[in-house]
């Protein structure tokens, strides 16, 4: 049987009423997540700001709310997901997308079922597709097995492939899925009572906390404003680090005293920091020495350019090429990790980091979808 899945736009309505004034323009917004809100025009639905402004314009029959950077969209009665730019993750294409988690999809044409990923990946044959598992099947599901939940997937000759969900970042990881070491958990969304759904943030702190970079600071909060010290980023970059290479850092309980001690003690073994590099390990870190740290990380190190390195010295004018830190900084922009503090790009080398400028960082070296394009 043919099955539809209708995006429940609708139950989510916070019913509020704003304006977008272009003569009688006006619309209607329906609640924000992730710093965007879903919004109705004329039976069209597209994504506004926090300031009320179109980010997504109104072109899909329904949409559902951001969450972790991703959202089903109903285009021409085919489903697709984007990314917060508006940039197809997954093209409009399917007669149903179901969230499988780990960024994959249960996906419907026609008849046939498969899982698709929001990162492609090269097969075997030297193609790049998205297809986890190829929509070939009758069906698809999200079940258990053994006493385990997982993904089962039922072939035409009546055969069973059942993949338990805990295996999935695996399976991705074995097909060159880039991201594979920082999954994303279904359903692993913070609440903090300092994080709005509006902020411009709220995004990044959701990734860094579903991918395990970063936690909350206690009592239900994030601390958002607060900035970052130099042992907090040093924490963040041996995690980082760890997870991108499968050692045992980020999984092995520490105990010593200061609680920065062995991070310190892996990034100096790493060569991601020196001991010569910093004084204090509790004193507030500038944007240059965070932009030091992490680009000193194998993940980083490990990632493809995707912007113009002399466009990217040519629009940066506030780092100079002659600063030990230049090449850090300007490499961090080249991979689509660092966008600026404005639309001249600024990094304002020597201004404090906050916890959500740090969370956005992270974020973005953890997850490939969100990196970006800057020219």
């Keep these: 049987m043919k099955k539809t899945y209708r995006l ?76 917060p730019d508006g940039a197809y993750l997954i093209q409009p294409e399917y007669d149903t997308l179901m969230p499988a988690g780990y960024g994959l999809y249960m996906a419907q044409k026609g008849d ?12 075997a044959s030297g193609k790049e597709t998205n297809e986890v598992y190829p929509i070939s099947y009758v069906s698809v599901e999200l079940g258990t097995s053994g006493g385990l939940d997982a993904l089962i ?24 899925v880039e991201g594979s070491r920082f999954p994303l958990t279904r359903g692993r969304v913070p609440s903090f ?5 509006r902020d411009w943030f709220a995004l990044w702190v959701d990734i860094a906390y ?15 404003g607060r900035e970052v010290t130099v042992a907090e980023a040093i924490q963040m970059a041996a995690n980082m680090d760890s997870r991108y290479k499968g050692d045992t850092f980020h ?13 310190v003690t892996y990034c100096l073994a790493s060569g991601i920091i020196t001991a010569q590099q910093f004084d204090d390990y509790e004193r507030p870190l500038t944007r240059r020495e965070l932009a030091q740290v992490f680009s000193a990380t194998e993940l980083a190190r490990s990632l493809p ?5 002399v466009q990217v010295m040519a ?25 600026g503090v404005n639309e001249e790009l600024s990094f304002c080398p020597d201004a404090a980091v906050t916890r959500a400028e740090a969370a956005a960082l992270a974020a973005r070296l953890a997850r490939p979808e969100q990196r970006v394009d800057l020219f």
């Design 8 to 83: 429940p736009a609708l139950l989510l309505a916070l019913s509020l009423l704003a304006g977008a004034f272009s003569g009688a323009r006006a619309y209607t917004v329906y609640g924000y997540s992730e710093g965007l809100a879903q919004a109705e025009e004329e039976g069209k639905w597209g994504f506004v700001g926090s300031g009320g402004e179109v980010v997504i314009p109104f072109q899909y029959r329904s949409v559902v709310s951001f969450t972790l950077g991703m959202a089903a969209v109903n285009l021409d009665g085919k489903l697709g997901v984007i990314r």
């Design 112 to 123: 046939e079922w498969g899982v698709v990923s929001i990162l492609p990946y090269t097969d």
């Design 153 to 176: 997937l039922t072939s035409k000759g009546g055969g069973r492939t059942v993949t338990p969900i805990f295996q999935i970042p695996g399976v991705l990881a074995s097909l060159g």
């Design 193 to 197: 009572a300092d994080v709005d759904p």
């Design 210 to 224: 579903n991918t395990g970079i970063m936690s909350g600071t206690g009592s239900a909060t994030f601390e958002p």
């Design 251 to 263: 999984t092995t309980a520490h105990i010593s005293t200061p609680w920065y001690t062995d991070a």
């Design 305 to 309: 350019q995707r912007n113009n390195p």
């Design 315 to 339: 629009a940066v004018t506030d780092v100079d090429s002659g600063d030990a830190e230049a090449r850090a900084i300007y490499g961090l922009y080249t991979k689509g990790i660092l966008t």
